[in-house]
């Protein structure tokens, strides 16, 4: 089929003569361009380095030596999914035997694009990929947009394919929807959501309510949309683990457990879940469930191209907890043997290794793996904020002060940590360390004065978008500080005032004379940058910016969060 010759399919199979099976039945087809992976790990690095078309995957994978172990075909979809290595627009079509379908299929999980039982024929097979190929084909064009970064783009395409294509109107609606989310228009995802969910009462539609309500900490809409969920569809699974996420945003983060091991009953195989299990766990205090959630997760994970060592510390912290020395050094071995050579496998090691020394109560010893752990995470990649805190809190433990303040500004300074400068003042002082929290604090300051001093450069020299941009980063990392605030605001007005009215710009001013007002109401600076707002406006015709909802409520929140879109009334 000469329609056909352009697309590009990957076999994943262990067994030669299957991945000879397919190709012929492929070729009949009229597809040629043909690659294959004979476990989950050549599988990975044959996505990372292209993309293809459809995958087709068998579901009982093996390690591509003939045992049968290593990840399935599910495992591997949760990886390719977790990191992005399978764009929306690549049809994933998984081979299995019936036994094991009513397995996957019953959980409900990562969904690929179809399923096909084994045995199966020629005919059978095309059926089924010129079915998958049809539909790829009607929403490629808005992929495409939105692989490119044209989000807006790609919304619009939606509005428009969702009316000439009724056949498929819905599932435009839920991509449009997920398109909104991605941008965090959550309110507007949402309501797409209800109007799918009033026709009808779908389950990954009222999925996609509840992940728009807890985006907007409306926790206790989120928890009753997903009990309705899950008590129609008792194994939709991923309505199990943001349950779970909403309760622990409650505080209830005991029933957030038991949600987690109720998850785990019904489909024990994802590692996300099981991971997020043995975390809640730890936190309550079970160490028996932490150690038996993060010991599979340390052994289903075995296989992955994407072991992350922190599992390992994971396991470790739970068995300090529990007082078992003899399984500690079971685990620090097996990171050491197991994993590839790497900054973050070394700081990994090193913090396990300084925990068994605190334990044992061996100080030199954990000063000096403490200390390594710093050094190997000045120079690592994607280790998480807990773990950076946590080192922290041990560096403080073991009297490495320098070696904890190094850490923290590092973490302050790194816009991806989550970490505020208020955030790390706060760490020290917790600890009881107010002398660090000090040299803390003049550290910000320092950093705060060079931040608005290079914006009054910017400013000085016209480039007005930049000195905002520039102060807004600061207020990122530190939305409570009065000088950064007020210089922000300012430079806000001066755009404003030479460049034109942004709505969402006098929104974000709005919020920063909010947040000043209630950080320090009679600053002397205050009513005059009020007076020059209320001036922009009149001049623009704006006859007012009401005040949002955590502004009445009097909530800080650090600049970049969500405003609501609705609150410019035009003159």
Known sequence: MAENSDLSVLIVDPNPGMRGNLHNMLAQAGITKIDYAVSSGTAIRQLAKKPFDIVLCEYDLGNGSGEQNGQDGQQLLEDLRAHKLLP???????????????????????????????????????????????????????HQLAEAGNIGKA?????????????????????????????????????????????????????????????QEKYADACATLE????????????????ARTHIALGAQETAKKILEDA???????????????????ETGDVVAAEKAFKQVVAKAKYSEFRDPEDHVKLVK?????????????????????????????????????????????????????????SAITVSRGLSTELKVGVVHSCLNAELDAQASELMINLMNDTDSGVSMDDAVQVFEKAGRHDLAEGMSKEIKHQVDELIEHASEQRSQGDLRAAVDTLNAGLRKAPANMSLAL????????????????????????TLLGRMRLLDPHHAALAQLEAQFAHTQRK?????????????????????DQVPRDKVQSA
């Open 155 to 215: 919304i619009e395409e939606c509005r428009s394919r969702e009316a000439a294509n009724p056949a498929y109107a819905t599932d435009f609606a839920r991509l449009r929807a997920e398109l909104l989310m991605s941008r965090g228009e959550y309110a507007e995802a949402e309501l797409v959501y209800q109007v799918i969910v009033i026709n009808r009462a779908i389950a990954w539609a009222q999925m996609g309510v509840a992940r728009c309500q807890f985006a």
């Open 264 to 282: 785990v009953a019904i489909s024990p195989n994802l590692v996300g879940r099981l991971r997020h299990l043995g975390e809640v766990a730890l």
């Open 487 to 510: 210089a922000a605001t300012s430079a806000i007005l001066k755009q404003l005032e030479d460049l034109g009215w942004e709505a969402q710009l006098g929104k974000h001013c709005a």
């Open 318 to 374: 739970t068995l300090v907890a529990k007082g078992d020395t003899g399984q500690i050094s079971g685990v620090i071995r097996d990171m050491e043997r197991s994993l590839r050579s790497s900054a973050n496998v070394d700081a990994c090691r090193a913090v396990a290794a300084g925990m068994l020394h605190e334990m044992t109560g061996n100080r030199k010893g954990a000063a000096t793996e403490f200390t390594n752990a710093v």
């Open 228 to 243: 309705g969920l899950l008590s129609a569809n008792p194994k939709f699974m991923s309505a199990y683990d943001l349950l």
């Open 88 to 142: 929306p627009s690549s049809i994933f079509i998984m081979l299995t035997s019936e036994g094991v379908y009513s397995k996957v299929i019953g959980a409900a999980e990562l969904t690929p694009t179809d399923y096909v039982l084994k045995p199966f024929t020629v005919d059978m097979l095309q059926q089924r990929m010129r079915r998958a190929i049809t539909r790829r084909a009607v929403f490629l064009p808005v």
């Open 540 to 560: 623009y015709g704006i006859s007012a910016l009401v005040e949002s909802e955590h502004q009445r409520a009097g909530d800080v929140r650090p600049v970049g």
